[in-house]
């Protein structure tokens, strides 16, 4: 019986050591793609670095430790069209990839930029193609404008959402109305943001409640040093 335990174990053993036999010998590819860029007019920008690094899986059988680098790594830098991509490939199955990227010589077009959805890496999967992109927003003051043209009297109200897309990437809207006395009445009111806000397309849903009677409306506006840095809301 302790035999037949011994060779039960041994053979166990021997397809252990057959399957990671086979598994070092399989290929496996990675592909990163990075695209960095403006993006309300396309604008390609260059100078976004990333590494890709090697790391040794922790000692499965044994089941705890920590991932290592091995010291195996490879380089890509985006050109003037804002694209960086590596193709690659491996054979060993222990290991695992992750790229992680450098933001210090991304070169901004204006004063002062910000890198809207900018993460510190990325890790890739065997097989599975990584397309990353990342958006460059010039960073700026916004004038508001808020004037009701056609005042019945104090009673007048308005309020206002607004969202930027190339910032926040959705149009979920569940988030408070900007309600102000300022712009209430025959308002004719100008201010500029208190701090400095990204760049980019901006929506903006409205209600009005003029002389007793409800107004609402939808409207689109870009905010960029190339065009304008000022909001005119009359209504």
Request: proline share 5%.
């Amino acid at each position: 019986m302790v035999y037949q335990k011994n060779v039960v174990f041994t053979l166990l053993i021997g397809m252990l050591l057959l399957v990671n036999a086979c598994e070092k010998q399989q290929t496996r590819y990675y592909y990163l793609r990075t695209k960095t860029y403006i993006p309300y007019n396309n604008t390609p920008i260059k100078g976004l670095k990333y590494t890709i690094k090697e790391y040794e899986f922790k000692k499965p059988l044994i089941g705890f430790g920590e991932d290592k680098p091995t010291g195996w790594e490879l380089y890509g830098l985006a050109g003037e069209d804002g694209i960086a991509e590596t193709k690659f490939s491996r054979k060993w199955f222990n290991k695992s990839y992750s790229a992680v990227y450098d933001f210090t010589e991304v070169e901004c077009p204006y004063p002062e930029c910000i890198i809207v959805n900018a993460n510190p890496g990325t890790t890739l999967g065997a097989g599975n193609p990584e397309y990353i992109e990342f958006k460059v927003l010039p960073y700026m003051f916004i004038n508001f404008h808020f004037k009701n043209e056609n005042c019945f009297d104090t009673s007048d109200h308005f309020q206002f959402k607004i969202k930027n897309i190339d910032d926040a990437g959705s149009l979920d809207w569940n988030f408070p109305w900007s309600v102000s006395s300022l712009y209430n009445g025959c308002c004719d009111v100008q201010y500029t943001s208190a701090n400095k806000v990204p760049g980019g397309r901006h929506v903006i849903i409205w209600e009005a409640v003029r002389g007793g009677v409800f107004e609402s409306g939808v409207d689109t506006f870009l905010l960029s040093p190339d065009v304008s840095n000022t909001l005119n809301m009359f209504w």
